[in-house]
């Protein structure tokens, strides 16, 4: 079974830009939630997906949006870009059964970096 | 305030030997789920093992057991029989209801193993 894929694996980018993140979830996930690490602040939340809707959300600004597609692919979007938002950005996968045994299955990662 | 405190930044262990990895958290829900996981210098986040707080048993996967203190609020990682493909980051994680997909991490530890 493909585990979870994320696309591109690495990108720079200049600050003001905007920047497209993909995530494959693991065949049968329907939930896609997305995190970001940083050296600084450790690994947090962003948001979660489930049936194409926004079930959850961190404390992030509002430049930070996703979306998620009926097959429950995901994208997130990060516009007008600052030095502060490189970071590793994990998309984690799960069933969303309900059950509290649910566990979220990650990604490689996507290393973007803002110059 | 934090929710998911590990104390030991970093940790040296001699391969075959066995390491203790430090978690304690802080939750008022009586429903949530504990996480460890494994972050290779790759990136990706491998999970490891998995505790509810309604397990009676302390949970156990191969090499890795759980010893799981609900009163005190810890939840350690025991790797038995430690290896060089041991070395990494490990994560503690919680997730405070069923329905909440939001995983809440420790700072980290990372572990070297010394052959």
């Known amino acids: 079974k493909a585990g979870v894929t994320q696309t591109p694996r690495y990108l720079i980018k200049t600050r003001g830009q905007q920047v497209t993140l993909s995530c494959s979830p693991i065949?049968?996930?329907?939930?896609v939630s997305w995190y970001q690490q940083t050296p600084g602040q450790g690994l947090q939340f962003l948001f979660e997906y489930f049936s194409e809707t926004q079930r959850n959300k961190g404390n992030f600004p509002g430049r930070f949006s996703g979306r998620q597609f009926s097959n429950s692919r995901s994208e997130m979007n990060v516009s007008t870009l600052e030095l502060g938002d490189s970071a590793l950005y994990l998309c984690a996968s799960s069933k969303r059964t309900g059950a509290s045994t649910d566990t979220q299955y990650f990604g490689p990662g996507t290393r973007l970096t803002v110059l | 305030a934090q929710k998911i405190t590990q104390t030991q930044p970093g940790m040296f262990v001699q391969e075959k030997e066995a390491v203790t990895l430090d978690c304690t958290y802080d939750?008022?829900?009586?429903?949530?789920?504990l996480f460890w996981y494994k972050q290779p210098s790759s990136g990706e986040m491998i999970f490891l093992i998995y505790q509810g707080s309604y397990d009676q048993q302390n949970a156990t996967e191969g090499r890795y057991s759980l010893n799981f203190q609900k009163a005190r609020k810890s939840a350690n990682l025991v790797i038995s029989a430690s290896q060089l493909g041991d070395s990494a980051m490990y994560f503690c994680?919680?997730?405070?209801?069923?329905?909440?997909?939001?995983?809440?991490f420790g700072a980290g530890t990372t572990v070297t193993v010394r052959a």
């Open positions: 065949s049968g996930h329907r939930s």
């Open positions: 939750t008022s829900d009586p429903s949530y789920g």
């Open positions: 994680a919680m997730r405070e209801e069923p329905n909440d997909y939001k995983l809440s």
